[in-house]
């Protein structure tokens, strides 16, 4: 994956081409979740976006803390916590 930045003036900067490896993450850092389809009402498409809020005084850093699921519960995009 590489950066293009485009200036007013027409020109262009490149950067350097990098690598982005995924990978999976454990079950305990993943938030639980559940669908719920009502039949009268038709689902959009697409995906939900969840932030998840901790009500507890202590902050678990190593939980998901943002993640957007499809329609069947499936996490296609999280962002763990910094």
Do not use: C, Y
Request: charged share 20%; net charge negative.
């Amino acid at each position: 994956m590489g950066a293009r930045l485009d200036f007013p003036d027409g020109s262009q900067v490149f950067d350097s081409d990098r690598v982005l490896t995924t990978g999976g993450l454990p079950p305990e850092r993943l938030p639980m979740v559940s669908v719920t389809r009502w039949p009268t009402l038709e689902p959009n498409p697409g995906i939900d976006l969840i932030h998840a809020v901790n009500r507890s005084s202590s902050i678990e850093t190593n939980k998901v803390n943002a993640a957007a699921f499809d329609l069947e519960g499936f996490l296609p995009l999280l962002r763990p916590w910094p």
